[in-house]
């Protein structure tokens, strides 16, 4: 079973697809992780993500491509956080898939409004030191100014201020429309209300999968 699981930033799509992979026995696959470990290594990934771009559609697959060959070495049984970003990537992805005699069963939708995003997203806090994230509501240092692992400041960075984060998300809902009309075409859509407390969430979509 392949599964895409997608939803804005503050989401918390990141921490149930760790919970569905490691309850469904699923290989985690996070762009984000990917192309900060392959910036390491490939002076052309590490440009594109030094200016903050996103790689062109061409090159964000056939990084991920060839990591699922190394890394996973299986067209099965992969849980996709961050991929596909939009409808192209997906088209790709679906027929890379077909050639290879699998598929995507399904694709996860962890629904926030806006209003919950900005809360959540507004509440973020970075150590001016160390650049450990914490957050005030879901995940709060000892002291809200102060740092639990090195003692620095904690500050709110400038692209999480209201303004910026408004921007962010009306850019999301823009390229993520199109492929949630697909998804519900395709009969793979699974939607699931992100307000929820994290454990009524992974338990909705645990016994969705028939797991417990
Ligand atoms: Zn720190």
């Known amino acids: ?40 290594k490939d002076s052309k990934v590490k440009r594109v993500v030094e200016k ?17 060959k190394d890394e996973h070495g299986s067209y099965q049984n992969i849980i996709f956080d961050g991929f ?24 996860i939708l962890l ?42 400041e904690l500050v709110q960075r400038e692209d999480d201020k209201p303004e910026a984060i408004e921007k962010r998300l009306s850019l999301y809902r823009n390229v993520t429309k199109p492929l949630i009309d697909v998804f519900e075409k395709e009969g793979v859509l699974k939607k699931v209300n992100g307000e929820q407390p994290i454990e009524d969430i992974s338990r909705e979509l645990l016994s969705f999968f028939g797991k417990q």
């Open 1 to 40: 079973m392949n599964i895409l699981i997608f939803g804005p930033q503050a989401s918390g799509k990141g921490t149930q697809a760790h919970i569905l992979a490691g309850k469904l026995g699923l290989f985690y696959l996070s762009t984000g992780d990917l192309f900060r470990k392959l910036s390491e």
């Open 111 to 152: 629904d926030i409004s806006d209003e919950e995003a900005i809360r959540r997203l507004s509440a973020r806090r970075v150590c001016s030191d160390c650049k450990e994230i914490f957050n005030l509501i879901t995940n709060p240092s000892k002291n809200p100014k102060v740092c639990d692992k090195c003692g620095g």
């Open 84 to 107: 596909p970003r939009n409808v192209n990537q997906y088209l790709m992805l679906k027929r890379w898939f077909y050639k290879n005699k699998s598929k995507i069963d399904y694709a």
């Open 52 to 68: 903050g771009e996103l790689p062109s559609d061409e090159l964000a697959f056939s990084l991920l491509k060839r990591f699922i």
